[in-house]
């Protein structure tokens, strides 16, 4: 992972980071990830999302479930 350092940057901008990053949720260096993320052209989504679009492009992924033949047991909190 790369880091960013932006000198000069205004007061006033930075203001703007700060409203937008709390209207979404998010802190200021979450939020401009995201602004970079789109100015460049990459989804804004979360990791399993990215995995369902991946495997839905590739034309879905068929999970068989596991057996159920053995019983419940208890958690052991030991």
């Not at 880091?3 to 990053?21: D, G, V």
């Not at 939020?31 to 991946?54: F, N």
């Not at 590739?58 to 068989?64: F, L, M, P, Q, W």
Request: hydrophobic share 35%; proline share 9%.
């Amino acid at each position: 992972m790369s880091t960013l350092t932006i000198p000069r940057l205004s007061e006033r901008t930075h203001a703007r980071l700060l409203r937008r990053a709390a209207e979404n949720g998010r802190s200021v260096e979450a939020e401009v990830r995201a602004i970079l993320d789109a100015a460049v052209g990459l989804p804004d989504e979360s990791t399993p999302m990215a995995v369902h679009r991946e495997s839905s492009e590739a034309g879905g992924v068929d999970i068989e479930p596991p057996d159920r033949t053995d019983p419940p047991q208890d958690a052991a909190f030991s």
